[in-house]
């Protein structure tokens, strides 16, 4: 039975009497395929974001968990790096099988860790699934250069390795959905992994480990919880890992990318993002309000892709302004076990909740016309209504990345302005442009600095398609099978083959 939740006079927040229930993972370390409590005693808690409640807690680790976790992923390289692709595409097909027969415990655990909406958990939980099988498959048929005599009598070729052990951070926008993304290509090409979760969001990377234990052996997956400044500082400065991967902030790539430098390996960061929609005279507005409701509000917001910046044409600006913000007054805040279309979930913790508010009130108080919502409350969970702002050229919120449910709307006039205004930000991470033309298309779409397009639509996300950013949204390919040549080497191996 659902009940209207009035939480101040400005917020509605759509209950049910009870929360959803499920049972918890066990909540520790998971190094060498032994689930391990902290060093130190430290805990953290683990809290449901709908209504500020306590879920779980969480060991803490340290540096001293850090290097009990190399040590084991160093341990086990070799061997899982010695298995045929064959063999290591028949764990991931496990993995992926036993993830598909625990999808609605995973579901649920996201929806109480993160407030997701039932659609968006469908999607997170089926898209790893996905990317666990895919990358089994592509992993099995990667094509190189041809082996070839290209000086005489020596014959070269190719040979493509591990890296070795792979220091992986995940965020707690979609914490199962960005674990799957990074595991799985990094495992099919025999790297084994010590991986940190957002200690905001650790819930369904531990129930992964208790999945994967026993289908793994012990030492390819390690898990350590904590913090970014503790955990994730030590593990992407340890000298043991041969990569750091991080999907987080442009702050924390910064800073995991440092770390990298210093060790001389690799870092692979995908970041923030800002992306504009394009949006052109001829577009179909009706379609272009459709997918700014879904897109820019998808996750509530708290999506590096979300399509959060309208550039629209003077010319239809007022038309299309009508229609996003009817189309996005239809949404209904509600707390994950409300099972209906057009809910939008709560903002991820306090903290964050403040930041998107900040940013909402400094645009307003800039100048910026709220059409739509603008107002929060934090009483019981963190809540804000989804909100659509007119915004002066140059404010600095058409520039930043906000994360949560804010769609801003501007204009140009010149098609060669709208293009610059779009490229303006340091983030390029997606953008989309919408218009009839297939030429004005292709001809925007070449122009954008962002290493996703879409045209007509936004976040399209196969999982063959590479997702990756350029300039602040950091570089790495994840999903496609670029994301297997991006975790591992080549090696070009020259064979003397005289006759002597
Ligand atoms: P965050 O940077 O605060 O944290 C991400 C992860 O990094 C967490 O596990 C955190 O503990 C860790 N971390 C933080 N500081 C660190 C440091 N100095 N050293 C090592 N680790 C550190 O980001 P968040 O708030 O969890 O996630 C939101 C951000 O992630 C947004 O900027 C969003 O755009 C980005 N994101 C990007 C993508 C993408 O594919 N490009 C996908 C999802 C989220």
Redesign the pocket.
Same mark, same amino acid.
């Given at each position: 039975m659902t009940e209207q939740n009035t939480l101040s006079a400005a917020v509605t927040v759509l209950r049910a009497e009870q929360p959803l229930t499920v049972e918890m993972p066990r909540c520790d370390h998971y190094i060498d395929g032994r689930h391990l409590e902290s060093a130190t005693g430290e805990t953290s808690e683990v809290v449901d974001p709908a209504r500020g409640t306590v879920l779980a807690t969480v060991p803490r680790g340290g540096a001293a968990e850090v290097d009990a976790a190399v040590a084991a992923a160093r341990a086990a390289a070799p061997g899982w790096a010695a298995r045929t692709p064959k063999d290591r595409a028949e764990v991931l097909l496990a993995l992926a099988e036993a993830l598909r027969d625990d999808r609605d415990r995973l579901r649920t655990l996201e929806a109480l860790n993160c407030g997701k909406p039932p659609a968006v958990t469908a999607d997170d939980v089926d898209s790893a699934i996905d990317t666990f099988r895919f990358m089994a498959g592509a992993g099995r048929s990667t094509t190189t250069v041809a082996a070839g005599d290209y000086v005489e009598d020596i014959t070269s070729m190719i040979l493509r390795e591990p890296l070795g052990v792979i220091g992986m951070?995940?965020?707690?926008?979609?914490p199962l959905l960005?674990v799957a993304w990074k595991l799985a290509p990094a495992l099919m090409v025999g790297n084994t992994i010590v991986l940190?979760?957002? &200690?905001?969001t650790p819930l369904t990377t531990l129930r992964l480990a208790e999945l994967a234990d026993g289908i793994l052996p012990p030492g390819v997956l390690n898990i350590v919880n904590g913090?970014?400044?503790t955990v994730?500082?030590a593990l992407?400065a340890h000298p043991g890992i041969d990569m750091i991967a991080?999907?987080? #902030?442009?702050?924390?790539g910064r #800073?995991?990318a440092g770390a990298a430098a210093a060790n001389v390996v690799p870092a692979h960061l &995908?970041?923030?993002?800002k992306a504009p929609v394009l949006v052109c005279p001829d577009a179909d507005l009706d379609q272009v309000a459709a997918t700014v409701a879904e897109a820019g509000f998808w996750n509530t917001g708290q999506e590096?892709g979300a399509a959060c910046r309208v550039l629209a044409h003077d010319s239809i600006a007022e038309a299309l302004t009508e229609k996003i913000v009817t189309a996005v007054a239809a949404y209904r805040l509600a707390a994950p076990e409300i099972d209906q279309d057009d809910t939008l979930g709560p903002i991820i913790y306090r903290g964050h909740y403040e930041r998107v508010m900040t940013a909402i009130d400094a645009a307003v108080d800039r100048g910026a016309e709220v059409l739509l919502g603008a107002r929060g409350d934090d009483s019981e969970g963190y809540w804000i209504e989804p909100t659509v702002l007119k915004v002066a050229t140059g404010d600095p919120i058409s520039l930043e &990345?906000v994360?949560g449910p804010v769609v801003t709307i501007e204009t140009y006039r010149e098609e060669s302005e709208g293009v610059a205004r779009a490229n303006e930000t340091d983030y390029g991470?997606t953008a989309s442009v919408f218009t009839r033309d297939v030429a004005t298309a292709l001809s925007l779409a070449k122009a954008l600095d962002f290493g996703s397009v879409n045209v007509n639509t936004h976040l399209a996300l196969p999982t063959e398609m590479p997702?990756s950013?350029f300039k602040h949204?950091?570089y790495g390919r994840?999903l496609s099978a670029y994301a297997l040549d991006d975790y591992s080497r080549t090696k070009h191996l020259a064979l003397n083959h005289a006759r002597t």
């Open positions: 951070i995940t965020p707690w926008n979609y960005m940190k979760p957002s &200690e905001v913090s970014g400044s994730g500082a992407s991080l999907t987080g #902030s442009v702050g924390a #800073s995991v &995908e970041l923030g993002g590096c &990345e994360f991470l997702w950013g949204s950091g994840d």
